[in-house]
């Protein structure tokens, strides 16, 4: 099939029956070399002092004590946990500790309003609640809050012998409809990271990798903490300052051999960062992942630095699947290969038959692949529109050269892309729907100056509105990164002639900006 987009690199590793995420991620290694620095958390205010350092001995009782601590609180095997810790070492110890107990882990973002929360808490029924001492009220929906530090205080038990389709946690990300949708992944997921080793990170057991993201986010959960941790690697993550400038004298102190973080990060360090060739001089390389990198950001970190930046695609769904890697490395204008061990193809708009190579289409991921989801939470697994004749669409469009590199070429939704998140537009309508003084509203990218896209709302209003007062509204009920950025007011929305929003048709052009 070579003249299709349908691409493979060797068949996938199977996973063992019997395998459970926190096992392979933390014990393993921990039986390795249990003298071995696991975790160091620092602080982008003192950079010259670690928070926290601990062995992958330590962090291995410290996730048996947690285990033990959820087990004794009643938690059951698949029963969901709520995570919401903020940024310390609390949180990846809660969250391999509630997979260890055969739990599913609920990590939450800090940032959630009250109300998004309460959406996610209704739909997912967790049974048990952690959460940060300051954290703000929200509904539990009769979740059962228990203190954190006693996780730290139970007596360490056994990993749970679990299979590896059992569930292990659940993430909530932007649905097409405006609701958050759980997608729950199996235990086997860590399993199905394996091929970004050899595609993409290149991690081995002398790196130190240091990973610029929230605790909470499975990018950072993935790359700055399994990824490591199984491969025998230090892990680096900051619980204090993230500026821009703060990046390059944490690496200049702690010396990572690989830095992680989105491409909105990296042109904020480009743009108020310093010396930077001398604070990144200990990288082998970066990674980029969570939105597109552009080609003057890409050529700007290796002009300043002189280091490679590995660019990577992917979604929560599966987490990253095609990418550049340190020994086969393409420009911007290429997401890179699909990763030894993955089956990916260009599907035609039939969602049956791979596409010519060259030509745009669906991509997919073969649902054999084990880093797949078990499917979204109450949506049925194999009963999943995006579950196509084996194939998982995830919603991207694309074109496969002849050699397998792929070109990105944007969502087949109108799904947005916020500092790595993605947001429906319809969830951030809904919220500035019920605003006084809006009529109609449509919500979508868009991009004030070449390679910087961002959320922005266009008002037909009803009466006086400012821009501050839809921004005061829409904080009151998003999370910061959903919130627009830019606000719009024009006489009419873009439609169809059947009447069907056409957001693509969205500009500046014709409107008044508020």
């Not at 109609?440 to 990218?445: D, F, G, L």
């Not at 959320?455 to 998003?478: F, G, N, Q, Y």
Request: glycine residues 10%; neutral net charge; aromatic residues 8%.
């Amino acid at each position: 099939m070579t003249a299709l987009s349908d691409y493979s690199e060797g068949p996938p590793e199977p996973c063992p029956p019997v395998f459970n995420m926190a096992t392979y991620s933390v014990r393993h290694p921990a039986m390795r070399n249990g003298a071995r620095d696991a975790l160091i958390v620092v602080d982008g205010d003192i950079p010259d002092a670690a928070r926290l350092v601990l062995t992958f001995a330590q962090v291995d009782v410290a996730v048996r004590r947690a285990a033990s601590a959820l087990r004794a609180a009643g938690v059951k095997r698949g029963d969901r946990v709520l995570i919401r810790l903020g940024d310390g070492p609390d949180f990846p110890i809660a969250f391999f500790g509630a997979i260890a107990a055969g739990a599913v882990a609920m990590p939450l973002s800090s940032q959630l309003s009250a109300p998004e929360l309460a959406v996610i808490v209704d739909d997912a029924q967790p049974t048990l609640a952690l959460l940060a001492e300051n954290a703000p009220a929200f509904d539990l929906a009769g979740a059962r809050r228990i203190d954190p530090a006693s996780l730290a205080t139970a007596e360490p038990g056994d990993y749970a012998e679990t299979r590896a389709d059992d569930p292990a946690f659940l993430v909530y990300t932007s649905g097409s409809t405006g609701k958050p949708k759980g997608v729950l992944h199996a235990q086997r997921s860590a399993w199905g990271r394996r091929p970004m080793r050899a595609g993409w990170h290149g991690f081995g057991p002398e790196d130190r990798v240091m990973h610029a993201g929230a605790f909470n986010w499975t990018y950072t959960l993935g790359v700055g903490l399994s990824d490591p941790w199984s491969a025998g690697a230090t892990a680096i993550l900051n619980a204090g300052n993230r500026a821009p400038e703060a990046w390059p004298r944490l690496a200049a102190r702690w010396q990572p051999t690989v830095f992680a973080a989105v491409p909105g990060v990296y042109r904020q360090i480009l743009k108020y960062g310093d010396d930077l060739r001398s604070g990144f001089a200990s990288l082998r390389h970066a990674l980029t992942a969570g939105e597109k990198l552009s080609a003057d950001v890409h050529g700007g970190w290796v002009a300043a630095t002189g280091k490679p930046l590995l660019e990577s695609l992917g979604m929560s769904e599966i987490s990253t699947y095609i990418s550049s890697a340190p020994d086969r490395q393409t420009g911007p204008a290429h997401a890179g290969w699909p990763q030894p061990g993955r089956r990916i193809a260009i599907l035609a708009d039939d969602r049956a038959t791979p596409a010519p190579r060259g030509a745009e289409g669906l991509l997919a991921v073969h649902a054999s692949d084990p880093g797949l989801m078990l499917g979204y939470w109450r949506q049925g697994g194999a009963a999943d529109p995006a579950l196509t004749g084996g194939w998982f669409i995830t919603g991207d469009r694309a074109a496969m050269e002849g050699d397998g590199r792929i070109a990105y070429r944007g969502r087949d939704d109108d799904s947005m892309n916020a500092q790595g998140y993605r947001v429906a537009p319809e969830e951030v309508e809904a919220i500035l729907r019920a605003c006084p003084g809006v009529a109609e509203i449509a919500v979508a990218e868009y991009s004030p100056r070449p390679n910087i896209t961002l959320i922005a709302a266009w008002i037909v209003p009803s009466a006086p509105l400012t821009a501050a007062d839809l921004d005061a509204h829409a904080r009151a009920h998003l999370a910061p990164y959903k919130v627009p950025r830019a606000y719009f007011a024009i006489d009419a929305l873009p439609r169809s002639a059947n009447g069907k929003l056409r957001r693509r048709a969205l500009s500046s052009e014709g409107a008044t900006a508020l």
